[in-house]
């Protein structure tokens, strides 16, 4: 049996306005809606799901193959089969997250001397690396205002930045997401082979994708622009974490000092 519509013939059932065409003029809702069913509940899943992977899939490999030029042309208006931007850094950083939870308590337990460190000491690397994510995300403005005042002149807008800056946010999750196997095979052992590993990819993608993004527009020095936008962006992300992470561990346990 065929489903049936829930808008009165010529109304749209969103805003009510009179429509004769395949499309709200008002609020831009389909007019053709139905009844929710088992078949209406199927469609949406399948649609939502296979909509979110292939949003997520293009972006990852457009950001791990050339993400300079994938960026440029998602700013210049080429934006149908990317996932958006904000919600992209939102989802790896919250996967991110989820991940650390697990694994930075089996971290902390594998430190050398660990046992003999100040709690406010330890409380404070666990709120660091259980809150990176989240840390890097209120860092996110700042490191945009950074990149734009390297790249001033060439022609993007701050807000243009912050997403170039969500993008590449996204990109270092999903690297910072490969240390936790090490960190499962081999405790903090991994964790501490993997990190000049990450910091040497966090400052190499960063680079690459803006030396990509403002190709032929930042003049001879772009090299050194991106070099020095990344090492600001890091150091940002380093004094708003710590600032936070202090801030939180004070008010939780007492002084640091």
């Known amino acids: 049996m065929a489903a049936r519509s829930t808008a009165r013939r010529g109304t749209c059932a969103n805003c009510g306005h009179p429509v004769a065409q395949a499309f709200c003029p008002t609020c ?3 007019t053709d809606t139905q009844r929710i069913d088992g078949h209406y509940l199927w ?14 899939l293009f972006t990852l490999r457009e ?3 050339r ?8 700013l210049d208006g080429k934006r149908v089969r990317h996932f958006k931007p904000l919600a992209f850094v939102v989802i790896t950083a919250g996967v991110y997250s989820f991940l650390s939870t697990w694994f930075t308590p089996s971290m902390l337990a594998g430190l050398p001397g660990g046992g003999r460190m100040p709690p406010q000491a330890l409380a404070m690397l666990d709120f660091f690396n259980k809150h990176y994510a989240l ?15 390297y790249f001033r002149k060439a022609g993007r807008t701050y807000a243009e930045h912050l997403v170039a800056n969500s993008f590449l946010a996204g990109q270092r999750y999903v690297v910072s997401v490969l240390q ?4 499962a095979l081999f405790g903090i052992k991994g964790a501490l082979l ?4 990450l910091m040497l990819s966090y400052a190499g993608l960063y680079t690459w994708g803006f030396m990509q993004l403002f190709q032929g527009k930042a003049g001879r020095f772009i090299f050194l622009r991106a070099v020095m936008a990344a090492g600001t962006g890091y150091v940002l992300v380093v004094i708003v974490g710590m600032a936070i992470a202090i801030l939180w561990v004070t008010r939780a346990g007492g002084s640091m000092l």
């Not at 403005?141 to 950074?146: K, N, S, T």
């Not at 993997?194 to 590993?197: G, H, L, R, Y």
């Open 194 to 197: 993997a990190a000049p590993f």
């Open 180 to 183: 936790f196997p090490l960190l």
């Open 28 to 30: 831009g809702q389909r």
């Open 135 to 149: 840390l890097e995300l209120a860092s996110l403005p700042l490191v945009a205002a950074a990149s734009w005042v």
């Open 63 to 65: 950001l791990f193959t």
């Open 43 to 56: 469609h949406e899943l399948q649609h939502g799901l296979f909509h979110v992977d292939r949003g997520i």
């Open 67 to 74: 993400p300079g030029h994938s960026i440029r042309e998602f």
